[in-house]
């Protein structure tokens, strides 16, 4: 028989303080700002939460208190997970909307604070919608990036393609930074290499292009491809349905024109239920 005992004070201040401040309460353990639009953070993992690369999840924060009730609703908004699988944290990439219901109060997090994460993770761009192929394309805009940071630290991308290519679309410079050190982190990293293999990151190519501000290589993504530059700087072959697969990430506008050039080149859109040639992430707006 268990020994019941009183619920003294004491005993009632340590229950309130194990109690989580929000619902479905992670702990942020690290954050850093990119530009004054950009920031990256990182999170506790729930021990039962189980993802694939790829996939999104619903974070936030507390709205404000009803001016009627003062009851506060949570304030949720989609973020795909920036962090592989295999992580024991959470890491997301995020834009600063100074005023935006959620990330004007989500920039200012800081390591020790809590968000809310609904552990439901869900998504399109993921290994089991697309076709056995050769060459993976990951086409993103800003922060549409996020998805593909976690599948080009996933040992099934390099397991499942000869060759791996990112296109990264921003408008200043600065704004590719996250990305930038992305790469070079995959490309450095032992643990990744004692996971995948030595050599693996010889799979990956990195193409990273601006906008706005003056780069080594500027223009939108789906302008170098019409005119044939970025298969040229890459030294391979247009996109074919027999050899090519695809993941798009980014704005609405940029996704409805590149699924349209994709289509073009023959590829079918693919999904869990039916994977195909390529899918795109419908839940992200840039």
Not at 96 to 109: M, R
Not at 131 to 146: D, N, S
Request: with cysteine; glycine share 8%.
């Amino acid at each position: 028989m268990t020994e019941q005992r009183p619920v003294t004070n004491d005993t009632a201040t340590k229950v309130e303080k194990a109690k989580p401040a929000l619902p479905d309460a992670q702990t942020v353990t690290f954050v850093k700002h990119w530009t004054d639009r950009l920031f990256s953070f990182r999170v506790t993992r729930p021990p039962s939460l189980r993802f694939r690369s790829g996939e999104f999840v619903m974070i936030g924060l507390m709205g404000d208190p009803d001016p009627a009730t003062g009851k506060q609703k949570p304030l949720l908004r989609a973020y795909s997970i920036a962090s592989p699988a295999w992580d024991d944290e959470l890491e997301f990439y995020s834009i600063k909307v100074q005023d935006g219901p959620l990330t004007s109060k989500l920039q200012h997090i800081r390591p020790g604070d809590e968000i809310i994460l609904r552990p439901k993770p869900v998504g399109t761009l993921v290994h089991d919608a697309l076709l056995p192929g050769k060459r993976l394309w990951f086409f993103a805009t800003g922060t549409g990036i996020a998805p593909f940071a976690s599948l080009l630290r996933d040992p099934q991308t390099y397991e499942d393609y000869d060759e791996v290519i990112l296109t990264h679309t921003c408008r200043e410079v600065g704004e590719l930074a996250y990305g930038a050190e992305l790469i070079e982190n995959i490309r450095s990293d032992e643990l990744l290499a004692e996971l995948i293999g030595e050599g693996f990151h010889e799979k990956l190519r990195y193409y990273p292009t601006t906008t706005r501000e003056e780069s080594p290589k500027m223009g939108r993504i789906t302008d170098l491809m019409r005119s044939g530059d970025v298969f040229h700087d890459l030294g391979v072959p247009e996109l074919t349905p027999e050899t090519n697969r695809a993941m798009v990430c980014g704005n609405l506008a940029f996704n409805l024109e590149i699924k349209d050039m994709l289509e073009g080149y023959g590829l079918v859109e693919g999904a869990n239920s039916n994977p195909q040639h390529y899918v795109v992430e419908k839940a992200f707006l840039d």
